[in-house]
């Protein structure tokens, strides 16, 4: 145990939230710490946009408490340390990229520079185009511009790059990377799981208002033992799909795919089988796999 | 030390003024470049003023007189009740007031901006009208007149920016225009903005002293002596238990 354990930046503590008969959350204990990335994963409807929404006081918990920076989120000190870049995005089509961060800088003490919004955001040229006439991808990323001009010690994304094709994706992704190498703490909700691959450190997963996974990348990959094997072999991956312990066998690109709760047995079987085997290749599953596998050992509890 | 607690405190003022400054001046802009909303609201009244103030009247100065004081209150409102009805209703369904609420933007900062840029068309309107009054209609006033009828005038904006901002925290955006015009021409037509009550049968102007804008019409028509004859304090309480009552239920539909 530490004996002083600095305050979360962003905390729900117990949070209940319900709409009407729905229940968003249910007993949700969310933490994000300085210098940390943290990936919020669920399926639609998990409780995601409701988890942010309450850490940026835009929702008030029926139980349990929200807290930013270790005060009420709406507090105007705990905001002005917090950026934003919300999913149901829109902004006033009319005005220019620059009269928007002009106007959003000046809510903050400290605001970065017109030229660093820019350029980590990677607006260049932009900034006297009207935010209407940007296109998804580059009104994306002036939602990102505003969201950091404040210089804030942590930021929330809401899904941010949904419904972009991968070239922007990536173009964003860097725009955070530097950002969180910079020590701004980050909580991300996206239902990507490449997305919080490539940049969280810590990965939450919400399924029916429930946290059912909470841990480094690692960790989460962990809770499932599945592995998958790819081989070039001749064997008929209908027989090797009824082998013990093997969940699935396919034939991809004409070679073998193998996914197994029993990798080492597996891969004795296939070898002893297939004398002529090549390129065998073990992996551990990757967050997809954990993913499904997690969110689907939970009962829908809202199925009724 | 830039703790969390004191940086609200350490905030300067005149950054905090700033604020208030460019949100207003963003509004504006942002209304003024939207031809829906900036061409009807300048042009409308203008239109209906000379056609019914100056063509139809021919000539006669009383009628333009009367039709100016009753016109630049008709155009005010206009604006008042479309620059806060139709913005906040799309502000709201689009998530463009979600994502405002959740900076960290001064208090009543949204409202103050909407407010003024309501007055600055308010201004628009009324000169507008004031130049062709006195240029095409014979109007003919003392200068204390023309001052003190254009602040009725502006000043009109602040009741009808309550009642707008009430519309629109109830309206969707894309039925905010139709409840905003539901609201708006039929008042003006009951309250004696667009003919002397006079004119009307006798019920409406039996009826005229429950529509808020008749109370401002006749504040107006009281600066060129035209009015109905009723106290100052009556037009002037009503219009402010009128701009208190709906700001209340607004801030309390918004608050949710």
Partial sequence: ??????????????????????????????????????????????????????????????????????????????????????????????????????????????????????????????????????????????????????RPRVLFLDEPTTGLDIEVRQSLWRGVRELAAGGTSILLTTHYLEEAEVLADRVVVLAHGRVVADGSLEEVRARVSQRRIRCASALDPAEVARWPGVRSATRQDGRLEVVTDDAEDVARRLLARDPGLTGLDVSRAGLAEAFLEITREQPSQEAA | MDTV???????????????????????????????????????????????????LNRGNPAAATYLFATYGVFGVMGAALFGFGVTVAMDREQGFLMLKRALPMPPGSYVAAKMAMAVMFGVFVALLLALLGAWAGGVSLRS?????LL?????????????????????????????????????????????????????????????????????????VGMDAGQPVWLHVGMLALVTAGFFLLARTRLAR
């Fill in chain 1, 1 to 150: 145990m530490h004996a002083v354990q600095p305050i979360p930046l962003a905390q729900l503590r117990g949070v209940v939230k319900r709409f009407g008969a729905v229940t968003a959350l249910e007993r949700v204990d969310l933490e994000l710490h300085a210098g940390q990335v943290l990936a919020l994963l669920g399926a639609n409807g998990a409780g995601k946009s409701t988890a942010i929404s309450l850490l940026l006081g835009l929702l008030e918990p029926d139980e349990g408490e929200a807290l930013l920076l270790g005060s009420p989120p709406r507090t105007l000190a705990a905001r002005q340390q917090a950026g934003v870049m919300l999913q149901s995005g829109a902004i006033a089509d009319t005005l220019r990229v620059g009269e928007l961060l002009d106007l959003t800088r000046s809510y903050y003490p400290n605001p970065r520079s017109m030229e660093e919004c820019t350029a980590i955001a990677g607006l260049e040229g932009l900034l006297g185009r009207r935010y209407g006439r940007l296109s998804g991808g580059q009104q994306r990323r002036a939602q990102l511009a505003l969201a950091i001009c404040g």
């Fill in chain 2, 151 to 223: 602040l009725v005038h502006v000043a009109g904006a602040l009741p009808f920016s309550a009642i707008g901002l009430y519309l629109g925290t109830l309206a969707s955006g894309s039925a905010a225009p139709a409840v905003v015009n539901l609201v708006y021409l039929p008042l003006s037509l009951l309250s004696g903005l667009w003919l002397p009550l006079e004119m009307l049968p006798g019920v409406f102007g039996t009826l005229a002293p429950l529509w808020p804008p008749y109370h401002a019409g006749q504040l107006a028509l009281k600066v």
């Fill in chain 2, 5 to 55: 607690a004191g940086s609200t405190l350490d905030r300067p003022r005149h950054r905090l003024l700033r604020s208030y400054v460019l949100e207003a001046k963003y509004e504006f802009l942002r209304l003024l470049r939207t031809p829906m909303f900036s061409l009807p609201t300048l042009l409308f009244p203008a239109m209906f003023y000379l056609l019914f103030g100056v063509l």
């Fill in chain 2, 144 to 148: 204390p007149q023309w001052a003190l």
